[in-house]
């Protein structure tokens, strides 16, 4: 059994920074393609970011690149992603997932694509 925990959400004004983390526990982290999703309230699941198990590749929704950076330590079985630059429209829960698939961004894209979910973590930007 795969458990995900996220850890780092929080309270900030626009512009402030956060970092998200994630860990994988119960079955070898480096095979797992990771992702972050996000759920505003009234809408739906929207992917964020997404790395492969070799870190040599990652991919971004639009509205996020140049402001966040998503990162992995297989030998600490964790994930980060790092949040610059937040803006009000960011706020929402932050889910991390893994997918046991071999990476391809444009079907990590997908939050169907995921087996494991973490409970999320709240993260509020105030105007």
């Known amino acids: 059994q795969v458990t995900l925990v996220e850890s780092g959400g929080g309270l900030v004004q626009t512009g402030g920074s956060l970092r998200l983390s994630c860990k994988l526990s119960g079955r070898p982290f480096t095979r797992y393609a990771m992702g972050w999703f996000r759920q505003a309230p009234g809408k739906e699941r929207e992917f964020v970011a997404t790395i492969s198990w070799s870190t040599s590749s990652t991919y971004y929704r639009d509205s996020v690149k140049g402001r966040f950076t998503i990162s992995r330590d297989n030998a600490k079985d964790t994930i980060w992603l790092q949040m610059n630059n937040l803006q009000p429209e960011d706020t929402a829960v932050y889910y991390c997932?893994?997918?046991?698939?071999?990476?391809?961004?444009?079907?990590?894209?997908?939050?169907?694509?995921?087996?494991?979910w973490g409970q999320g973590t709240q993260v509020t930007v105030s105007s």
């Open positions: 997932a893994a997918d046991p698939a071999e990476w391809q961004h444009t079907i990590e894209v997908r939050a169907a694509e995921y087996d494991y």
